[in-house]
């Protein structure tokens, strides 16, 4: 199955849901994006800071899948904010995983209290993709007000802001500014992921998997949790990219173009914002 695509603010074509690759050891990162591709994924989001760049290489190659099949994010770290630093760091993100072109190179999040660093790695993303080297760029956990600040100095409006977006914590004046600029939301931890993972004080007990509103609209469909949250973000127009290593889940994940909620179960889910962000603030950065 092709998988649905959205269209960024210059032109260029990504696919509705990819696979994300955080917390994924790189062993756990080869399969999981060899799994991906072999369900009929093409997008995979990974970053500089989460040590897999290779591992997703190496997965690529390994599914045979052609590069020009396929549409690979990654994200700048903090540490390589600044002019020169922010191209050697898409050499090396290039290097690791094994392309010449990046299609979507991003801002993994502001740096509020070095915001000429942040604007100076931005305008080297501006220049790689002058260059040709990456597709579209664009930011991440960005707030209005960072992205006020940046729209003054970019002479290119970001494509993309991935944000920390599920049924508990929504975030919708932030959609609504990223739509006023032509930036497509992005969503991460779109099943609520940082809802539950250990480690981040997440409990069953919040977990957006075992929501009585998700699980009954589940139920209805003969869907899971996962599904409808996905279904729920891509029908709201956004970009999604659940992660998991497990290649049961990764399938069930993509699973999601063969049902629609209605009207009434959109408002329902919509109605589970509790304005909570499970992440660190990004303006605390
Ligand atoms: N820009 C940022 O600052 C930022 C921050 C966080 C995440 N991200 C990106 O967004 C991606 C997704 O976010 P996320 O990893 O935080 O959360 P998520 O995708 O909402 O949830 C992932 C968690 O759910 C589990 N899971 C996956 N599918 C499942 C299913 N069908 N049923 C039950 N459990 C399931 C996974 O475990 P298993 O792997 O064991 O299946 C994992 O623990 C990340 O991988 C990363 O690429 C970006």
């Known amino acids: 199955m092709s998988v649905p695509e959205l269209t960024l603010n210059n032109g260029v074509q990504l696919p509705t849901i990819g696979l994300g690759v955080f917390q994924a050891s790189p062993e756990e990162t080869v399969g999981a994006v060899r799994s991906a591709l ?13 040590h897999n760049e290779e591992a997703v290489g190496q997965g690529i190659r390994e599914s045979g899948v052609p590069r020009d099949e396929l549409f690979i994010e990654t994200k700048v770290w903090i ?12 050499e090396n993100s290039a290097r690791k995983l094994g392309v010449e072109t990046i299609d979507l190179l991003i801002l ?39 992205l006020e600040a940046l729209l003054k100095e970019a002479s290119v409006v970001p494509a993309v802001n991935q944000i920390e977006l599920h049924p508990y914590f929504q975030e919708k004046s932030l959609v609504a500014a990223n739509a006023k600029a032509g930036i ?21 007990a919040r977990s957006t998997l075992k929501d009585p509103t998700i699980v009954s609209i589940a139920q209805a469909h003969g869907k899971t949790p996962a599904q409808v949250m996905l279904r729920w973000g891509i029908q709201e127009g956004r970009s999604v990219i659940p992660k998991s290593v497990k290649p ?11 049902f629609e909620l209605n009207q009434d179960e959109m408002k329902a889910v919509d109605g589970l914002d509790t304005g909570v962000r499970g992440g660190p603030d990004p303006n605390e950065f």
């Open 79 to 90: 540490a390589d904010y600044g002019a020169e630093a922010t191209l050697r760091a898409f």
């Open 248 to 258: 049961s889940r990764i399938a069930e994940n993509f699973d999601i173009f063969d």
């Open 184 to 204: 497509l939301t992005q969503a991460w931890s779109p099943i609520g992921g940082i809802t539950f993972y250990p480690g981040w004080g997440g409990s069953e």
């Open 38 to 50: 072999e369900t009929g994924y093409r997008h995979i989001d990974t970053a500089t800071a989460y």
């Open 108 to 146: 993994h999040q502001p740096a509020p209290h070095h915001w000429e660093q942040t604007l100076a790695a931005y305008h080297a993303l501006e220049e790689l993709l002058g260059q040709g080297k990456v597709r579209a760029i664009g930011v991440s956990n960005f707030q209005k007000n960072h």
